[in-house]
């Protein structure tokens, strides 16, 4: 596929993505932003500024390069780009293998973020997905560069694909779009689960063989394997 | 556009803002009400008393003079207007830079109100939204001036657009009825995450001159500007 | 109207309400029941039992007497009546100003009820709805009977139109099905509400005569009053 | 009926039951599984692998022997079935009156087990469902056969049809598919509600002889009796 081909799909699987993060909870009015790299070009799709959930449409997400600019004359280019913009760009080009981005104000991460507590890993399913505890970014929300820096700095050689940043609120990181926004609603998930579950008392701790045991089966076998999921 | 044609729009806005209620779970069964004033005139449009959110529709929100009575003769004048239209009209008459105004029960909201305890500003998000911590109103609900007076004694000169009236509820404030139900949404959204992470544990502060930085910064360069977003 | 076509009336309006439960999330698989009586008649109608609620209609509303008997013969008489058909005729031959009743098992209500605790005053939405706290009621689940005359005893001559069946669940009542309704929904909010505030630290009382002049304001000059409301 | 047209309707009440599991919110993303045994076969049928709940159908249900393994040739028997698979199987071998399996991740379930504490019976819709506490099982999650073998040393004679495998989450069974699926959504709503109970406060036990009398006439005398349901 050509470079445009790759953009026009970019552009849709990160539009109809951010529908989840409605469907999910994760987001209030226009909070929240997915962005979805473009396969073998220095370019990633991100969603415009302060647009209603209700109007996204493939055509207004806005295409930047790698330095977190606009590329002038596609379409959306007449919108400003999602105000965490730098710190997607920060990442993609610090972290190559990254292919997707969310950041949301999920209420259940806040509040861990807000405490700047990581969460314990007492569920297997949180096992399974982040391979242990989601760990604390810092508190950087000064300079633009700030908060790449502070995810990059938590989450490489990291096994989560979230980052609680101290006060602010998660990051979560994929190989593609969609696996950054599953890693998003999976660490909501755990988010609450957990913070239930310690409010009623003392929980029961999982052994870190077990925990090794467990991500390294689900990440090697889960799920149907074929292009289709691979691409999207 | 002459007065008609304003009110009409108005009407449009305002009830549609009403599903944003309900879409959010910020109200119960016919609780709540939103209005937006009139620009021009000393007119502000209102949800009619105890209809259910189901059948609200432009024809039937009530348009009121800035002293709280029904503007005879216009549709949706033969119903009665909210039950705390005169604490909206109180507001219109003291502060002119007010363009819409929302009174929810949302739960997290009334939850802090009832304790008469102000929500601490522990989430970048509730610094860029409100600029510091959501202060509480008086206990205020015997006659019908003490309510407005109650609202714009604690929010004049207050960077926050949310009060929370004691053992009452919320009132949100803004430049228009779309800018108030953003307020309304997003007061509830931090008051329960903040619930959330003090059932936790201790939150940590942030300081005083980064909450400003955010402030100032989210006021001014965050999303869209064109005339549309102006005018809803 | 003749008693058919008020049957025929009541039916379509306990129907359609049972989809006000699912709405707010006060009831789980086929749990939970509203009943009204038919006007002038010593009949009511009420949800059959087991049914899901996307099976709901008219026309599988099961009409009994006041003595909790299915009337033979007419549409939805081959269903079983809810099982809790007992307690609403107890209440209707009881309380001839009751023309409505709703059971669930809405969860904070249900939480309230558990400990045996009656839910506490502390926000003027519910002054004016119950004018006062939630009563609890007695555990009596053993014999038909029982449920019912614990709700009249709790009940009758309170302003509330709810109580908290201990360890079991509410009941509300109202001057028709669709006030019964509004009492369910109102009571879980203020259920909810109340609990939220209490987790987070010490709750404002509301002083008595503060709780008496905003129930009789309440009662008196809320909503829309109109025929079509007074009959629904 | 012939078992192809049997396994047809297994199909698709399996695949329709998932959606019940999405409406009350038991599970995320692709997480959580439904099975429904084939009547007087020794095949069950089964959700495929990580496929999205919006992409399920009929068709792409994936048909097991009593042995775990996908029946070649059938439709859906591209897909891999789900990573339970092999604990679905072992129940349905060991407890021949199962006839349904669920298994999902909601979230006060998890909270409770993963304290690995047993939910005491101190509701009566607790009393009528699960005739007593929901117990613990094992934390088993190493091999294939553990998970199915901590469920039937856990569930066999035991009155409740839900069981919380420490650390990790719920298994329900029932008579059919349906029967389970109500299982695991009354079992998350006492979950709820125990939960919100007891952090207000100190609950109220209910008397044992009171449990059983409630469990033995909802058993017996609930809901409608017809053939359809039996089936479903």
Request: glycine fraction near 12%; charged fraction near 20%.
């Amino acid at each position: 596929m050509d470079v445009e081909a790759l953009i026009t799909e970019v552009r849709q699987v990160v539009s109809r993505l951010h529908g989840e993060l409605v469907r999910y909870g994760l987001v209030a009015w226009t909070g929240g932003n997915v962005s979805g790299r473009v396969p073998g070009a220095d370019l990633f799709v991100i969603k415009p500024s302060g647009v209603s959930y209700d109007d996204l449409a493939p055509g207004n997400m806005v295409v930047c390069g790698l330095d977190g600019k606009v590329v002038a004359g596609s379409p959306g280019s007449d919108r400003s780009p999602s105000s965490d913009t730098a710190a997607h760009a920060y990442v993609y080009r610090h972290m190559p293998e990254v292919g997707g981005i969310v950041h949301t104000h999920s209420p259940y991460a806040v509040a861990w973020a807000s405490r700047g507590e990581e969460i314990p890993c007492v569920i297997t399913a949180m096992a399974d997905e982040f391979g242990g505890p989601i760990p604390v970014g810092p508190l950087a929300v000064i300079g633009d560069e700030s908060i790449g820096r502070g995810i990059v700095q938590t989450l490489r050689g990291h096994r989560s694909r979230a980052v609680l940043m101290q006060n602010h609120g998660p990051f979560t990181i994929g190989v593609n779009a969609t696996d950054a926004v599953k890693a998003a609603v999976m660490l909501e998930d755990v988010a609450r689960t957990v913070h239930i579950a310690r409010q009623g008392g003392k929980v029961l701790p999982i052994p870190r063989d077990l925990i090794d045991r467990l991500y390294e089966r689900y990440q090697n076998v889960y799920g149907q394997i074929d292009e289709a999921q691979r691409m999207s």
